[in-house]
């Protein structure tokens, strides 16, 4: 399963998605993490609402709700929550959460392409 903006218009609000990933990198799977610390795919940054709802909103650069943090183990950390995106018990199609970080396969995310002097803890 991938990050996905479920098809998300790039001037609307709406979830970070899990969905089936394509056999040919897609836009709508095409996230990175900045070195600002941004899960972003092009102006949209990923921001944790409600301590827990992962959405995609306009990225605004002011760190605390956008600012995440990729460890080598491939885990993403929400330093502000304290906690680490999950996508345990959600169903392809929906909005990816933030859960109290563990040791699971379902809070580890691989990258194809990492520039290990920029983000990696």
Known sequence: MC?????LPDDKAGPLGLYQCHP?????????????????KENVCAEVFNDRDVQLTECHGHRREQYWVLYKNGTIYHPSSEKCLSNENVS????????RCKDTVYQRWK????NNTAVLV
């Open 92 to 99: 392809m199609g929906h909005g990816l959460k933030v859960d």
């Open 24 to 40: 040919r990198l897609e836009i709508s799977q095409f996230f990175s993490v900045s070195s600002r610390g941004e899960l972003r």
């Open 111 to 114: 990258f194809d392409h990492i």
């Open 3 to 7: 990050l996905d903006d479920l098809q």
